[in-house]
């Protein structure tokens, strides 16, 4: 396959600059990073929400369109005079060829610039802090020497809030669809500073508390809110009828489709640029202040347009007016250029503070790009998004998982962990007295998932795994004593510190007849799924009928999790007195390594599991799926045998079975026959998804084995290999999506096209390519004293610097590594004073480490 490239880091600016329009899948970003979210793609395609992508959508988007990816924040130019084409800054929808186009993502930021018949279009997309908006500041730019005249159309297209029935219950929203307007354009209500503002209410009326809006800070001269209207029955996006005939229509929508566009007519001299900032912003009010008192507005109940304006005895409140006051507000937060750059100065020194907490300088571009900007950016998105919104996820699906969230905070926690301290509360609120937990949870209300239920065995453990992870970093021990109720019932409330106990609990609770965990519905691998048969297509793996009464399916991946958790769990109880508690674990823990050693290791390498008959999987004895990726990466980090060698082994069986150019596969030999008892992993093609794909997010765990076994130049080798920016070098077309982030999963090498990227940005790979590459490779470890150092380095590693701030204290922390050894700290300086062991004590200030190799 021929490789192209599409476009460029630029690690000065912390952005990909994307070249060509026309990427092989369009490549994304995400705007905001707390409240209000949009996800933008590099033709300015894609949609916003409040918090929460299935219950407050503010856009409509479509998903599986053809073509892909139609729907978003689009601008139109036509020039006034003479026969030149409509064209789009993004290219897309209109897709007139651009004299120039760029889409530069940044640090939740996206600009597109594109440039035709020497005017330029520039649009920078982004979400201020604390601000339920995204704002769009876009500029036009004379570049001839001849006046321009210059009809320029917004739209939106409005999402009738709850994305799921917006899809589907046409009956109704065919009819429900309101909005409000406030516009120069004679015989319409105007506010003067306001230029023009539409609204989306629909069902404000009934018991919603919040309605969209989207501004322009001038006074256009037209506008349009109903689709029909602008676009035309029979036209796209990329000839809306108003566009074509340059024209808009004043149109107000009463039900069908409502939209947002403003039209607005520009004349720009020679040299001359112009701004113009539009905003699309999200307002809740409070019961007693919903309405306004009535002065009037336009709007959808009363038809026509121009006769609409609603006169009632002054004072009194309407209860067809939105109150508006919150709007005005943040529009007027945003109403000069001056005013928007500081907003985005603001967002970009946000970014600097939360890069420079951990920063490597390596002299190897590749590394430090990830490491010091994506990487920990794509942290950032999955700790906001967890599995929810992407264009491979539809927002509609899942809410926040148990598992996933734990892992994401992880990769996020150095950097606002105050916001993963809440998050650890609100996952904990959803677990069960006896540890078990809802598998997910939903972000705007924060309860568990009845849709989707329990039964995750491996579930419990990762709350242990995300809470220890937060001391570490914080050294706050507080957390633990936090009161948290069961199941969000209020009255329940134990210590956090209980649910812990009860997690662990939970899997010693459930052991089957090898003494190894009962797996559940399913551990980590969410389609091996050893109780739930089925035969019924109609029937979805995940929630069928639950067979494990009496089921003697096993989990070798949750054992090794359980010895892994069980062990820091009782390290964590030694610190804070807990002796008895801490010896109970540990005894748990051992005789769990025992059972692997017993009854899990296959020869070769681990087992993944037993099934519901008591019958081995992952086995050299079975014809497909012989070796699995997950109790291999497990195992070895939790240890077990490593005195004995089993850690080793199983780490060249790995490279041996399952290790391919792109990565390595989740199991091999695919399975090619569907395996009842095994679940959704077979039904799938072979080399995709959880059947012999590269499933990213695991691939870390080998990795973190290899350096527990201190094989520098392996884990190195099966890093390197699914790193984004070794990707992005020679594989862009190939890869298909975005080369600046981690993708769920890569094809495998049974795949039709090994080495095929799908599902990019929301995947657990995030997390774990973070704590590899910054504890276990670079080395640098949070621990409840202080910092651990323990690099893993290829053997061409000598000297790398990492700039560490912990706690508030910022370290320097110079390695040289002379003989190029993987392992091995042979003596480290603490501000030229040698130190004995390698954790760097806690203290207050800023600190020079030199750690020395050997
Ligand atoms: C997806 C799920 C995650 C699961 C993994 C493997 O990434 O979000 O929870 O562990 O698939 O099945
Ligand atoms: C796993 C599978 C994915 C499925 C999901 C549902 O992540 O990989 O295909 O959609 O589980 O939870």
């Not at 604390?130 to 999402?159: I, P, Y």
């Not at 024209?247 to 069908?256: D, E, F, M, V």
């Not at 997910?440 to 039964?455: A, E, F, H, S, V």
């Not at 910054?774 to 061409?796: E, V």
Request: aromatic share 12%.
């Amino acid at each position: 396959m021929e490789q192209k490239r599409y476009g460029h880091f630029d690690d000065q600016h912390r952005e990909y600059v994307i070249t060509d329009p026309q990427t092989p899948w369009p490549w994304i970003n995400y705007l905001g990073n707390e409240d209000f979210f949009s996800l933008i793609s590099n033709t300015a395609g894609g949609y916003s929400f409040y918090k929460d992508a299935k219950f407050r959508r503010l856009t409509r988007y479509r998903y599986n369109g053809v073509p892909m990816d139609n729907g978003g924040r689009y601008f139109y130019i036509k020039e006034a005079l003479g026969e030149s084409p409509v064209w789009s800054p993004g290219w897309k929808p209109c897709k007139t060829p651009l004299d120039f186009y760029e889409c530069r993502h940044g640090m939740n930021y996206t600009r597109i610039t594109g440039r035709k018949n020497d005017v330029e279009c520039s649009v920078l997309f982004f979400v201020p802090l604390k601000t339920w908006a995204e704002v769009q500041k876009l500029t036009l730019n004379n570049l001839s020497n001849d006046v321009k005249r210059l009809k320029l159309f917004s739209f939106q297209e409005w999402c009738l809030w709850n994305a799921a029935t917006d899809m589907e219950n046409f009956q109704r929203n065919f009819s429900t669809g309101e909005v409000e307007v406030e516009s120069p354009t004679p015989g319409l209500p105007s506010r003067e500073g306001v230029a023009t503002v539409i609204y989306h209410k629909t069902e404000y009326k009934e018991r919603r508390n919040h309605y969209a809006y989207y501004s322009v800070n001038t006074a256009a001269q037209g506008f349009d809110t109903d689709r029909e209207s602008f676009v035309g029955l029979y036209n796209g996006f990329d000839a809306p009828e108003c566009v074509v005939a340059g024209q808009p229509k004043n149109s107000i929508a009463h039900g069908w489709s409502p939209i947002a566009s403003h039209y607005i007519e520009v004349e720009l001299q020679p040299g001359e640029s112009k701004d113009y900032i539009f905003v699309l912003g999200y307002v809740e009010n409070e019961q007693e202040e919903k309405y306004e008192r009535a002065e009037g507005a336009v709007q959808s109940s009363n038809a026509p347009a121009a006769r609409s304006t609603v006169q009632t005895s002054l004072g009194a409140l309407d209860h067809t007016i939105i109150n508006k006051r919150k709007a005005h507000e943040t529009i007027a937060r945003f109403d000069t250029s001056e005013k928007v750059d500081k907003a985005f100065a603001e967002l970009n020194r946000y970014w600097d503070d939360l890069l420079n907490i951990y920063k490597v300088e390596s002299g190897n571009a590749k590394l430090d790009r990830m490491v010091n900007i994506w990487n920990q950016y794509q942290c950032m998105v999955t700790f906001c998004m967890s599995r929810s919104a992407s264009f491979f996820e539809s927002g509609i699906g899942r809410g926040m998982g148990f598992r996933d969230s734990n892992q994401d905070l992880v990769g996020f926690v150095h950097q606002i962990p105050e916001r993963a301290r809440q998050r650890i509360i609100d996952i904990a609120s959803t677990q069960f007295p006896d540890g078990g937990c809802y598998h997910q949870y939903q972000p705007l209300t924060k309860r568990g998932n009845n849709d989707i239920g329990g039964g995750f065995n491996d579930d419990p453990c990762w709350l242990i795994f995300g809470t220890i992870a937060y001391i570490k970093e914080t050294g706050d021990f507080s957390i633990l004593d936090e009161q948290v109720p069961f199941d969000n019932q209020p009255g329940t409330e134990v210590t956090l510190f209980e649910h812990l106990r009860v997690s662990l609990n939970h899997v010693i609770e459930n052991l089957g007849p090898h003494g190894l965990p009962l797996i559940g519905r399913a551990d980590w691998n969410d389609c091996l799924n050893l109780n739930c048969f089925s035969w019924d297509p109609n029937e979805s793996f995940q929630t069928t009928e639950n067979k494990s009464e009496g089921s003697k399916a096993e989990s070798l991946m949750i054992a090794g999790l359980f010895v892994v958790t069980a062990k820091d769990y009782a390290a964590l109880c030694k610190r804070i007195g807990k002796d008895a508690e801490a010896e109970r674990m540990q005894q748990a823990a051992d005789a769990m390594a025992e059972a692997v050693k017993q009854y899990g290791w296959d020869g070769e390498w681990f087992l993944r599991a037993y099934d519901f008959y008591g019958n081995k999987i992952g086995s050299a004895e079975n014809e497909e799926g012989k070796i699995f990726i997950e109790s291999q990466g497990w195992c070895t980090m939790a240890g077990i045998g490593l005195e004995e060698g089993l850690v080793a082994r199983s780490l060249d069986s790995v490279k041996k079975y399952l290790d391919c150019e792109h990565g390595i596969v989740l199991n091999n030999p695919a399975f090619t026959t569907y395996h009842v008892e095994m679940g959704e992993i077979s039904s799938y093609p072979a080399g995709y998804k959880e059947n012999a794909g590269i499933f990213c997010h695991n691939n870390p765990w080998v990795i973190i084995g290899e350096t527990v076994a201190g094989r520098g130049d392996d884990a190195w080798t099966h890093y390197a290999k699914i790193l984004p920016s070794y990707v992005e070098e020679d594989r862009q077309t190939l890869h298909k999506v975005e080369p600046y982030v981690n993708c769920q999963m890569v094809a495998g090498k049974d795949a039709a096209r090994p080495g095929e990227g799908k599902n990019s940005w929301l995947t657990g790979t995030a997390a774990w390519m973070w704590l590899t590459v910054s504890q276990y490779i670079l080395g640098i470890k949070p621990d409840y004293d202080g910092l651990l150092i323990d690099p893993c380095l290829p053997s061409t590693a000598r000297e790398y610097t990492v700039s560490r701030r912990f706690r508030g204290a910022d370290y320097t922390i110079h390695v040289v590594n002379p003989q190029g050894v993987a392992k091995g700290v042979k003596t480290i300086t603490l501000d030229g004073q040698a130190i004995e062991g390698n954790v760097i004590p806690f203290s207050e200030g800023n600190h020079q480490v030199e750690v020395v190799m050997g």
